[in-house]
């Protein structure tokens, strides 16, 4: 039987990154970011990195926490409940432990130490993505060419913007310059498992934060004279978003363990997190616009900057639809 409680260790890592994502990066922030055309300074980044949030994945003899993704996990939903702006996911979710399993020695020196101490931001281009996060202040792209991995500098990569309906995550096309010193020993399936992995956990913060917003504005409107979360249409909207809200949780920690833990039922717990997290987000997303009424739609309440994130991310490292078709085939095969 698998103990899937949290350790006091890892629900205090939560707490740092809850407390430190809502004091240095709240809506007022992401408001002003989605106007802002040029990048955003790295005043919160650094401010991550002196909590030791950016070591999490990185190996203690390169200076970080030697986490694995099990300590991640509850992090990366706090990343979402703040709808976190930052490519953290991209550098400690994805880069770290890809280069920590499949970098050089030569790229293992140069990068690893420099992400933990905040002196590098890593984001990644896995095969089929068509843009990237970031990339105009990246240090490093981790990027899929015809199957393999390869750890691009930034001078040899050349970005431009692309639109995006969250101007606070900002999206690149890229070009790299790759020969054999960029080339990283494997990883392209691993970077595409763990991009599932992570991105369920993130999914799984926004829906939280969609249904606690949705929850207390249901309990301050009144109609009637009564609170709207009285009525027994609302009060089903959002209990069945928090059953598939917890469900999906549970099923992105034990992929989690899964990945830490090296599975033989990985590939499968990944697909089942991330299709469960991104129905669990699209439910919550719906329902969060249906019970803000006609606020939902302004520019002026904060809950957009959730929604938009949410959608983002749903098709990210294969939907819904995507990874259930592909556990429909893994039970044919069996």
Not at 28 to 41: A, I, V
Not at 197 to 226: P, Y
Not at 305 to 323: D, I, Q, V
Request: glycine share 8%.
């Amino acid at each position: 039987m698998i103990d899937f409680g949290f350790s006091e260790e890892q629900l205090a890592l939560r707490d740092l990154a809850r407390e430190l994502f809502e004091r240095e990066s709240p809506p007022s922030r992401l408001r002003q970011l989605f106007t802002q055309d040029e990048p955003r300074d790295d005043k919160v980044w650094r401010t991550m990195a002196e909590a030791g949030l950016l070591g999490i994945t990185v190996p203690e003899r390169h200076g970080g926490l030697g986490g694995d993704d099990v300590d991640l996990a509850l992090v990366l939903e706090e990343a979402g409940r703040a709808a976190l702006p930052e490519p953290f996911l991209e550098t400690v979710a994805l880069a770290a432990p890809l280069l920590a399993d499949f970098g050089t020695d030569a790229q293992l020196d140069e990068w690893l130490s420099r992400i933990a101490s905040g002196e590098a931001i890593a984001t990644v281009q896995p095969g089929g993505a068509p843009f990237v996060v970031d990339a105009d202040i990246a240090d490093l792209v981790i990027v899929e060419r015809e199957g393999e991995l390869h750890a691009v500098p930034a001078d040899r990569i050349r970005s431009s913007r692309v639109e995006s309906a969250d101007r606070a995550r900002r999206l690149f096309e890229v070009e790299a310059d790759l020969d054999a010193s960029t080339r990283m020993n494997g990883g392209a399936n691993e970077a595409r498992i763990r991009g599932a992995v992570a991105v369920a956990g993130v999914l799984n913060g926004i829906a939280a934060n969609l249904l606690d917003m949705s929850l207390d504005h249901v309990k301050s409107r009144t109609q009637f004279d009564r609170p709207v979360g009285s009525f027994q249409a609302v009060k089903h909207k959002l209990a069945n978003v928090d059953v598939m809200v917890e469900s999906s949780r549970a099923s992105a920690w034990y992929a989690a363990y899964a990945l830490t833990t090296r599975s033989p039922d990985l590939e499968r717990a990944a697909s089942v997190a991330k299709a469960g997290a991104a129905e669990a987000e699209h439910l919550a997303n719906m329902e969060a616009l249906q019970c803000h009424g006609g606020i939902g739609f302004t520019w002026e309440h904060d809950l957009h900057f959730w929604l938009k994130r949410g959608l983002a991310l749903e098709p990210a490292y294969g939907s819904a639809a995507e990874h259930r078709a592909r556990l429909g085939r893994t039970v044919v095969t069996e």
